[in-house]
């Protein structure tokens, strides 16, 4: 679509587009049906310096600003999903918060390996019993000396099972409520962490999502990212960053589908004409297409404000939930349009439609996305 990019970001994104057709979608199905994490589209990715889109120069990373970064996104996410959401929180919910509030030493350490692709990150905030209600974790980080002995359990932990670098947040001190969380970096090979059940899921199978266990899990001083109990803080203003990554997801997918649609209309024959011909047909992908572009606007908004360093919480929640609510009509329409075709595995736009449901789920349902934007409406 059209919109004000500058050369950069268009070079950079049809870079993403390029590499996302030629090495993705060769095996999208595949790691779909295999539930498959793609090791080696990761390989070629580290090598192309993808894994370190936003993270500072100075510490590997390729800097370029959040619209490049989503419009990355979003080409990955037209041809899988599974990868968008695998790239997504290993820059936003991981690099985002270490670049914001870590220090020297854990950016140079952590930022760094995560920013080449040495290390793939992951963060855990959902537990058994805490999804929405972020302040209802029980994971506590209790004091031993100088150090920390984490003990809990986080669930569906995007990337869980493959990052060497886990962000985790746990209560420090539960009597002071929401300001008592803090934030960690924990290493995948320190004792008493241990991936626990791999996800079976019914789309964006090909992202890892495992159970992660803390049992008397050591941590140092050095490895508490921000102050003692600036948790909440950090969480909510990485997931308002994060948030425009999954709009962002959500657009890729729906273009996705309208690419598949629009082929599909135009080949096959009905009454003797191609199905593109028929009004009926012709007004969904104009509803497609329109809404696709209505997304893809609040995300871009997100993303500019975001670079302009401005407090993003009621655009970036408008930006996904618009864009995941959207993208489950467009998905339904893409299957309508290939009637019984697009109900069997053959066809993309069976799994567009698997994989569009994950995201009025994660980063924040729908219902979540509501409540902060009428806050931040009523509070303006
Ligand atoms: N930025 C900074 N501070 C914020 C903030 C923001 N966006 N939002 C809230 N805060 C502050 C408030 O100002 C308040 O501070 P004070 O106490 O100093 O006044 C404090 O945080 C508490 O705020 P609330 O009273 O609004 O908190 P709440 O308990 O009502 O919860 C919520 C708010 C929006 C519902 C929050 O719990 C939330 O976002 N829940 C959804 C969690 C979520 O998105 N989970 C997704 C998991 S991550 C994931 O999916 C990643 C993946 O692997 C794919």
């Known amino acids: 679509m059209d919109f004000q990019f500058t050369e950069e970001q268009i070079m950079f994104r049809d870079m993403v587009r390029d590499f996302a057709r030629k090495e993705i979608t060769p095996i999208a199905a595949e790691i779909d049906q295999q539930a498959r994490f793609p090791h080696e589209i990761i390989e070629k990715m580290k090598e192309l310096g993808l894994l370190g889109m936003t993270a500072p120069e100075e510490f590997g990373g390729a800097a370029v600003d959040e619209l490049s970064h989503i419009l990355a996104i979003e080409e990955l996410g037209r041809v899988c999903s599974s990868t968008a959401i695998t790239v997504a929180v290993h820059h936003s919910v991981v690099q985002e918060p270490i670049a914001h509030f870590g220090t020297h030493e854990q950016k140079s350490k952590y930022l760094r390996a995560l920013a080449t692709g040495a290390s793939l990150?992951?963060?855990?905030?959902?537990?058994?019993?805490?999804?929405?209600?972020?302040?209802?974790?029980?994971?506590?980080?209790v004091r031993d000396g100088d150090d920390y002995i984490i003990n809990g359990t986080k669930n569906f932990i995007t990337n869980g099972g493959v990052?060497?670098?886990?962000?985790?947040?746990?209560?420090?001190?539960?009597?002071?409520?929401?300001?008592?969380?803090?934030?960690?970096?924990?290493?995948?090979?320190?004792?008493?962490?241990?991936?626990?059940?791999?996800?079976?899921?019914?789309?964006?199978?090909?992202?890892?999502?495992?159970?992660?266990?803390?049992?008397?899990?050591?941590?140092?001083?050095?490895?508490?990212?921000?102050q003692e109990g600036e948790g909440f803080k950090i969480m909510m203003q990485t997931l308002d960053g994060s948030r425009i990554g999954?709009?962002?997801q959500a657009v890729g997918l729906a273009r996705g589908a309208l690419d598949a649609a629009v082929h599909y209309s135009q080949e096959r024959m009905q009454f003797n004409k191609p199905l593109a011909q028929f009004q009926a047909i012709q007004?969904?992908?104009?509803?497609?297409?329109?809404?696709?572009?209505a997304a893809a606007l609040l995300a871009y908004r997100a993303a500019v404000l975001k670079d302009q360093g401005r407090k993003i919480s009621k655009e970036s929640a408008m930006a996904k939930l618009y864009a995941s609510e959207m993208v489950q009509r467009v998905t339904y329409k893409a299957i309508q349009i290939h009637g019984a075709y697009g109900?069997?595995?053959?066809?993309?736009?069976?799994?567009?439609?698997?994989?569009?449901?994950a995201t009025t789920i994660y980063?924040?349902?729908?219902?979540?996305?509501?409540?902060?934007?009428?806050?931040?409406?009523?509070?303006d």
């Open 121 to 141: 990150g992951a963060f855990a905030l959902t537990e058994p019993d805490a999804g929405s209600d972020a302040a209802g974790i029980r994971t506590v980080a």
């Open 283 to 293: 007004f969904m992908l104009a509803d497609m297409a329109t809404e696709i572009d």
């Open 363 to 379: 980063e924040g349902t729908s219902e979540i996305q509501r409540l902060v934007v009428a806050r931040n409406i009523l509070r």
């Open 246 to 248: 999954v709009a962002a």
């Open 163 to 226: 990052a060497g670098i886990i962000l985790v947040a746990a209560y420090t001190d539960k009597s002071k409520g929401h300001k008592g969380i803090s934030f960690f970096i924990v290493e995948r090979d320190t004792p008493g962490f241990k991936v626990g059940k791999k996800e079976d899921k019914m789309g964006v199978r090909g992202s890892d999502t495992s159970q992660l266990i803390f049992e008397d899990c050591r941590i140092t001083p050095d490895n508490r990212l921000g």
């Open 343 to 357: 109900y069997i595995k053959e066809y993309d736009v069976e799994r567009f439609y698997r994989d569009a449901r």
